[in-house]
C-alpha cells in the first residue's frame, strides 16, 4: 500500500493536482476536505451551532457519509458534492474542522476507506496525522493573491459572483484558524517535500508530484 499525502492552504491546487496525480498513477483519490465541508453543510442546514461539538458529532456520526465509485460525496442518499462547493460552506467546513470529536470520527473513516489501497489523499493534516508514515508527503503553496485569483476562478466557471478581494479575506481568516486550531493544525510536515506553485502550470505541478511518488513509491 502507497500512500501519497498530498497537504496545503486553500487554493495551493490540492485538489486539482491530486485528482490528476491519483488518475496518472491509477491509485484511488480522496478528497478528506470535501468530508468536512459536509458536515459543515449538515450542521448549517439543521441550524446546529458550528462549535457546539456534541450535536455536530451527532449529526456527523449518523450523516452516512460515502464516496460513490466517481467521486462524489453522498450524505445518507443525497448528493451534496455541488452544494458544498461554496465560500460559505469552505468557512463552515473550517470551524466544524477544529472540532476534536469531529476530527476523530473523520480521521477514523479516511484510515477506512484508505484500507489497504493505493491512495492519493489531500487535506491539512494527512502527513502530520491521518498516515504519518506515507511514502510520500507533498505540501503544496502558493503566495495568497495566487490562490485567491485560483479559487476566484473556480467560483466564477460555476457561475457564481465573486469579489476577489472577499475571497482573499476569507482564505487568510480560514488558513488562520486551520494553522492556528489546537487539534491537528494546518502545517508542514518535516519530512514533506514543499511545492511552491505560484510560478507553474497545473502540468507542471501535476509531473513535479507524480515524479517525487514514482521514485518513492514501494516497488
Ligand atoms: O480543502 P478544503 O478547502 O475543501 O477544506 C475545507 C476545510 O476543511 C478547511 O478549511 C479545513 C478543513 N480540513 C481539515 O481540517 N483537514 C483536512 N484534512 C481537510 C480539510
Redesign the pocket.
Known sequence: MTVVAVDGP?GSG??TVARRVAACLGYVYL????M??AVGLLATEAGVALDDEEAVVTLARSAGLHFDGDGRLFAGGRDVSDAIRTLEM?AA??RV?ALPGV?ELLVEEQRRIAGSADIVME????GTV?FPDAAVKVYLTARPEVRAARRAAELRAKGDQVDEAQVLAALLE?DRR?STRAV?PLRRSADAVELDTSGMTLDEVVEAVAGIARGRAAP
Open positions: 486553500v490540492k485538489s478528497d478528506t476536505g470535501a468536512y465541508r469552505g467546513a473550517s474542522s476530527r487535506g491539512r493534516d494527512i491521518v480560514r486551520d491537528a
